[in-house]
């Protein structure tokens, strides 16, 4: 059937997983992207990383001792 994992060999592949400078789709700042996974700034994802690590540490404890 379709395979549409196995994406064809061109130019636009190649090109969006190279390293360049793109902006943040958080802060829209300016950073140095290494791939095309790659979206948003250091500053966001550190960011997001505690943040969502801590709020579900949070609302897990907060669930379970609030009754
Ligand atoms: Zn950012």
Same mark, same amino acid.
């Given at each position: %059937?379709? =395979?549409?994992?196995?994406? +064809? +060999?061109? +130019?636009?592949?190649? /090109?969006? =997983?190279? +390293?360049? !400078? /793109?902006? *943040?789709?958080? *802060?829209?700042?300016?950073?140095?992207?290494?791939?095309?996974? !790659?979206?948003? *700034? &250091? &500053?966001? &994802?550190?960011?997001?990383?505690? &943040? @969502?690590?801590?709020?579900?540490?949070? %609302?897990?404890?907060?669930? /379970? @001792?609030?009754?």
């Amino acid at each position: %059937m379709d =395979d549409h994992d196995a994406a +064809p +060999p061109g +130019p636009a592949v190649a /090109r969006g =997983d190279v +390293p360049a !400078e /793109r902006l *943040c789709l958080r *802060c829209n700042a300016a950073f140095w992207s290494t791939g095309f996974g !790659e979206r948003i *700034c &250091k &500053k966001c &994802k550190a960011q997001s990383a505690w &943040k @969502s690590a801590s709020l579900s540490v949070g %609302m897990r404890s907060g669930r /379970r @001792s609030a009754k």
